[in-house]
């Protein structure tokens, strides 16, 4: 649950300073971009000192799932990450070619520092010299199948990050989320039922519909960090639809 825990923070700082940044117009974000590549990102000429060995690949792979996923989704294409496309300035697909052009060290440059004013956290302090780099080598090796990456611990911290948004007036985030239940979209489904873990028994009444959802759970294996069993009664589950997902890991938590 630490990870949870840090996603929050990270995530309210995302959603409150993505709100304040308006959308540039198509000329603005060329010429931000420009200036973004050529002036702003430092560490072009700072060589990766870390090999891209399949296991260093492997560490930055599970680095990255911890600390960028939530945004950037575990596939850096932001799959399963909901609302990504309503944020201003939107998540970037890091397999774009105006993120690859970037040098190694401009990559790093970008994880140390962040982007400022953007939802793009620094993580000075937080990952080593040497963790940065192999997010670097992981994000030259991207994912590029057709499962979609979402596990078990996304839609909960998804669900609780939203849920702990201080709507200032606003509609209640419960309120908000709820109106998701019936969705279509199948990453906004699961995280209405994923904001109902550890809740309490008597405020989960809404949940409980979802235990007949049959739609089918996004695929995802041990081998991108990601899957979908939870323990009951020290039973280990794995559910392949919507309806086990909340009957066998939502269910069971509720206090
Ligand atoms: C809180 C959400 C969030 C997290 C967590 C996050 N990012 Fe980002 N990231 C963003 C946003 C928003 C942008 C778009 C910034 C912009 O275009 O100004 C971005 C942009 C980027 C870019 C492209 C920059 C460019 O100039 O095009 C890279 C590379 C990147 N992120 C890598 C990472 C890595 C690696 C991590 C984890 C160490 C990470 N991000 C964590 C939100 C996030």
Redesign the pocket.
């Known amino acids: 649950m630490k990870i949870i825990g840090i996603n929050i923070v990270?995530?309210c700082?995302?959603i409150f300073s993505?709100c304040r940044v308006s959308k540039p117009g198509a000329m603005e974000s060329e010429m931000a971009k420009d200036v973004?590549h050529k002036i702003t990102?430092g560490g072009k000429n700072t060589p990766n000192p870390i090999a891209a060995t399949p296991e260093n690949i492997k560490d930055g792979q599970e680095h990255?799932g911890h600390?960028?996923g939530?945004?950037?989704g575990l596939d850096g294409e932001a799959t399963g990450v909901p609302f990504a496309q309503k944020?201003s300035?939107p998540?970037?697909s890091?397999s774009s070619s105006?993120?690859q052009e970037?040098k190694d060290g401009q990559?790093k440059w970008?994880?140390e520092n962040g982007?400022n004013p953007?939802?793009?956290?620094s993580?000075k302090g937080i990952?080593t010299d040497d963790e940065m780099w192999k997010?670097v080598d992981f994000?030259r090796h991207l994912p590029h199948n057709e499962k979609t990456k979402m596990g078990l611990s996304e839609p909960i911290a998804y669900g609780a990050i939203i849920m702990a948004m201080d709507p200032k007036g606003g509609p209640k985030p419960r309120d908000v989320l709820n109106q998701f239940m019936g969705s279509t979209d199948l990453g906004a489904k699961l995280t209405v039922a994923g904001s109902y873990y550890q809740t309490k028994k008597a405020e989960a009444g809404a949940v409980m519909q979802l235990q007949a959802d049959p739609a089918k759970l996004p695929k995802c294996d041990a081998a991108d960090a990601c899957g979908w069993e939870c323990a009951v009664n020290k039973e280990l589950k794995v559910p392949t639809n919507v309806g086990e997902f909340v009957k066998w890991c939502i269910v069971p938590s509720l206090q």
């Open positions: 990270i995530g700082a995302l993505g973004k990102v990255f600390h960028c939530i945004c950037h944020m300035p998540i970037p890091l105006d993120v970037y990559l970008i994880i982007i953007s939802g793009m956290p993580w990952l997010i994000m």
